[in-house]
Every structure is written in structure tokens, then in C-alpha cells.
């Protein structure tokens, strides 16, 4: 028992001081996450796509007719409008169609425009000249945008202080921060997963300290609560037991009782955000969508198609994706006040028929599968806080209990629950947020229960760390 308090207690000092840390931090992103650039936001600072400035030849003189294209999507980008391309073999192109000419590198002065035109779109007035920075990464990048880097950082000098990351490769607006939201991730998003961006840009490294720091944890509340259990004192078989300690002492032990259980569950459930050793592995969600999308189009149909689009000149579409299903050629596109329509590959509107939900459900789910459209979040798909779930959907059920939900508007695959991401779901996401219903992703359970929770939780981490460090430093930390 000598060794366990030993351990408890000099393990309590680092460990403990991280896990107070993690559950202040906690609060934080309950309310401020991760900053994150939802599409519809970048949309939405897109200027309309000037059909007038579309050439009829679309870019037919840089690449063969016959490459198949795995997704494309036409938009608005410093000026002209703006061929985003990737093969089937995992090339990329951006074409200028005005020019008719490739874009291999985005220069620092049409970096400057697309940001300037994220500005107007989204109101944002600046008060100073707008530079570009060319970087690989930094704090609010370091993760992910792997095609995109070098970036360019743009501050808008707003009253904000937004910054905009624009891609060297694509010029795609791929991160917006604005002052308020770096603070708050740096209290919040960024202890709490331990993210700093030189820890982060290794990626292997920084996913075993998240991982073995975690596992400290989880052996340090288990043993405390063990011991805490252990030292209760009992008067007789019918009083309540008590506390031996006073003080500090007792200001650990009888919360860690209370709150210990719960500190256990999110100390294991954070590790299980990890994914370690492959223990909540999921599908093959690339191999599901080009289930659904059947053959690749071809350049040539795809050319066929923006000059449909340019003839008709719909006005104020500000961006066009592709979304292929069964083998057709089909884009959404998305209008200025945020409204979507899908077309066909002759520019028609082409809403998705219920022969085509059927065979999406056959192909990708099996003949013998469910489908249902649902217009509210269900236990696997469902929106939190900034990420927001597309809906209507399409629920498909698989024989083998595996859900797929499709964009009901252009059958695209945007969610999928097989074993793996279910289990992820319960033991991450239910256990972690106590995200067990829709009620458990409501401001009002935020404020009245995680809030004190968390508080209780971090109160045991912090004054488990203060009496091991007043062992080590008693006349500084008794004053």
C-alpha cells in the first residue's frame, strides 16, 4: 500500500497537473472548438461564377479527352473562373477557363484576391494592406491540407483580426481564424489534445504521447480510486463512512470519490479518440463512395457539361461540384443564398428519382438493404456545434447492420456507420461527451451538467497535483 500511495502521489504531480489542464481546456471547446472552415462558409464567400467568362473550349487543349476525372468542381477564383480537377490516378489540375491555361503555381498577388473576395462575401471591411505569408504550416494548419501546403496566410486587417489560408496548388480558401477563436484555441483545442504545432507535424510521435500520457492517467484514477475507497472509515454498519483527512487532503478524497468514476471514463474514452492499436478500425469509405458513383466520367463529358452550363448561364452560382452516381454525370450546384440544385450532364435540373435511391441502396448496402430519407438527426448522424449534418438524408441499413447515409439531394455518400465507427461513436463520442441523446448536445446540458462535472473533475486532478508537489516543496507550498 506503501508504493501505491508513492506512485499516486508523484505520478499525481505531472499527470495530474495535464489531466486538470485537459478538463479546463474541455470547458473551453464545449463552447469555442477547433477553428474549422465549414464548406458552406467558404461558399458563401465566393463571388458568382461569370459564365460570360467561361471558354467554349473549357480547357480541352490540356489534357486528353478520354482521362477519367474522379471529382471536379468549378468556382470563381481571383477573377476567373476556375477548373479544379482530380484524376483517377490521384493528379491534380487547376485550369483557368478564361485563359484556357493551366494553373501550376498560385502566385502571392491571386492569393491576395481570393481572400479579398472571402472578404466581401462575408462582409468583412479591411483597415490596412492585405499581405500574403507563404508558409508550410502553423498552429491552425498543422493537421491535414496535405495537397494543398505551401500556404498562403492572409491577414485581412479587420477588426477581427481574421486570417485566411489560401492553397498554393488549388488557390481553395482552406482555413479562416479570427483573433477571438486563436485565443480561445489556444486555452482550449490545443492542450486539450495536446496539439502544439511542433508536436502535431509528427504525427506518429504526437499520437503515442497522446496515447501513453492517457494510459497514465487511467492508471493514476484507478489507483486513486482504490485508494480512496480503501482509507474510508466506518463508525459502525449503520452510520455513512468518512473521511480521515482534513483540509487539502480531504478536498481530494471525498471528490475524487464523487467525480472518479467519471474522470476514469473520459481519460479512457479520450485515449479511445486515438483509434490505438486499430481497436475501432472502420471501412473502406473511398471504396463505398466509388461503389455508389459506378464509372468515372471522361474530360470530354465533362467539358460537354460547363458548356451546357455556360450556354444556360444560370445566374448567381457561385460553385459547382461534381456528384457521378451509377455511372451519370451530375453537379450540385450551390447559389448565393446558400440554395443547392443538381443538374444533369446537359445543364437540366435533375432532381434524384427514387429508382435511383433504390439503386444506390442495392449497390452500395446490398440487395436486400433499407432505405428511408430522414429529415432529423438519427444516433449516427446528427450535427455538433460548427460541423453541421446534411440534412435531408438517405438511410440505408445493410443485412449486416452497417448504416449509409447519402445527400438526398445528389445521392453523394456523406456519413457511414460500420462496426468500427459505431463503436467509435459509444465509446468516444457517447462516453467522452456523455452524447447519448439529443438533449446531450444542448447548450442547456453543456451549462448544467458538463460544466459542473468537469469543474469536479478538474478540482480532483488539481488538488491530487498540489499535495504531491507540497511534498517535494512543503515550506513554499504551506505559506
Not at 503515442?208 to 484507478?222: D, E, H, P, R
Not at 455513512?240 to 481519460?267: D, K
Amino acid at each position: 500500500m506503501r508504493i501505491l500511495f508513492l506512485i499516486h502521489r508523484y505520478l499525481g504531480i505531472g499527470i495530474g497537473i495535464l489531466m486538470a489542464c485537459w478538463c479546463l481546456s474541455g470547458i473551453v471547446m464545449m463552447y469555442a472548438p477547433y477553428p474549422y472552415l465549414s464548406q458552406e462558409n467558404r461558399i458563401a464567400g465566393l463571388a458568382p461564377i461569370e459564365w460570360q467568362r467561361v471558354r467554349a473550349s473549357a480547357g480541352g487543349e490540356l489534357l486528353a479527352n478520354d482521362v477519367l476525372v474522379d471529382r471536379f468542381e468549378l468556382e470563381m477564383f481571383a477573377g476567373s473562373p476556375l477548373l479544379r480537377l482530380t484524376l483517377t490516378d490521384g493528379r491534380a489540375y487547376a485550369i483557368d477557363l478564361a485563359a484556357n491555361s493551366p494553373t501550376q503555381e498560385i502566385g502571392s498577388k491571386q492569393a491576395i484576391a481570393a481572400a479579398t473576395s472571402y472578404a466581401l462575401g462575408h462582409g468583412l471591411v479591411s483597415t490596412g494592406a492585405i499581405e500574403a505569408e507563404r508558409i508550410q504550416f502553423d498552429q491552425w494548419t498543422v493537421g491535414g491540407f496535405r495537397g494543398d501546403r505551401p500556404l498562403y496566410r492572409i491577414e485581412l486587417q479587420d477588426s477581427a483580426g481574421s486570417e485566411v489560408y489560401v492553397s498554393s496548388h488549388t488557390g481553395k480558401i482552406v482555413q479562416a481564424t479570427t483573433r477571438t477563436r486563436r485565443f480561445l484555441g489556444w486555452i482550449g483545442a490545443v492542450p486539450h489534445w495536446l496539439y502544439p504545432s511542433m508536436l502535431r507535424q509528427n504525427a506518429a510521435l504526437w499520437t503515442q504521447v497522446v496515447v501513453y500520457t492517457s494510459l497514465l492517467g487511467i492508471f493514476l484514477t484507478a489507483i486513486g480510486l482504490f485508494i480512496g475507497i480503501r482509507q474510508l472509515r466506518w463508525r459502525d454498519k449503520t452510520a455513512a463512512p468518512r473521511s480521515p483527512y482534513r483540509g487539502v487532503m480531504l478536498w481530494h478524497h471525498v471528490p475524487g470519490l464523487i467525480f472518479g468514476i467519471l474522470t476514469l471514463t473520459w481519460v479512457t474514452s479520450g485515449m479511445l479518440s486515438m483509434n490505438p492499436w486499430g481497436l475501432m478500425e472502420g471501412g473502406d469509405v473511398m471504396a463505398d463512395r466509388h461503389r455508389l458513383m459506378g464509372a468515372s466520367p471522361s474530360f470530354r463529358e465533362i467539358k460537354q457539361l460547363i458548356e451546357a452550363m455556360r450556354v444556360r448561364a444560370l445566374p448567381a452560382i457561385q460553385s459547382i461540384e461534381s456528384a457521378p452516381l451509377d455511372g451519370g454525370l451530375f453537379v450540385v450546384a450551390t447559389f448565393g443564398d446558400g440554395a443547392r440544385a443538381r443538374f444533369d450532364a446537359g445543364a437540366m435540373a435533375r432532381p434524384i428519382t427514387t429508382d435511383e435511391i433504390k439503386g444506390a441502396a442495392k449497390r452500395i448496402g446490398g440487395a436486400t438493404s433499407t432505405w428511408e430519407i430522414i429529415r432529423e438527426p438519427d444516433l449516427y448522424h446528427y450535427s455538433l456545434l460548427e460541423q453541421r449534418a446534411i440534412l435531408p438524408a438517405v438511410r440505408i441499413i445493410s443485412p449486416s447492420a452497417n448504416y449509409y447515409y447519402l445527400d438526398a439531394l445528389s445521392g453523394k455518400l456523406i456519413n457511414e456507420a460500420d462496426a468500427g465507427s459505431k463503436a467509435y461513436r459509444w465509446w468516444h463520442s457517447g462516453l467522452h461527451r456523455l452524447d447519448f441523446s439529443p438533449l446531450s448536445r444542448t447548450q442547456t446540458f453543456r451549462n448544467l451538467v458538463m460544466l459542473p462535472l468537469l469543474f469536479g473533475a478538474a478540482l480532483v486532478a488539481g488538488t491530487g497535483a498540489f499535495i504531491g508537489l507540497r511534498r517535494i516543496w512543503p515550506k513554499a507550498l504551506r505559506r
